[in-house]
């Protein structure tokens, strides 16, 4: 069985806020999961995470919670 998994954009940015970059690439690594995005999703997060009371408690540059995002996600 594959396990195809889209995440909400909550989830992506309450990952990011708690800093469980490690989390999210070992849950693929030992579970055989895949994570999907869509392009709406990926504006989704990019937009959210742009916000004001986000940014301030973002320890990163914003490209950088992207480029991780996509690197690990599969586009759908």
Do not use: C
């Amino acid at each position: 069985m594959d396990n195809k998994t889209v995440f909400d954009v909550n989830i992506w940015i309450s990952n990011f806020l708690k800093g469980r970059f490690t989390e999210l690439v070992d849950l693929m690594a030992n579970h055989d999961v895949e994570y999907f995005r869509a392009k709406e999703l990926t504006e989704e997060l990019i937009s959210v995470i742009s916000r004001n009371k986000f940014k301030k408690h973002l320890h990163l540059p914003l490209q950088s919670y992207i480029s991780f995002y996509e690197s690990i996600s599969t586009p759908s």
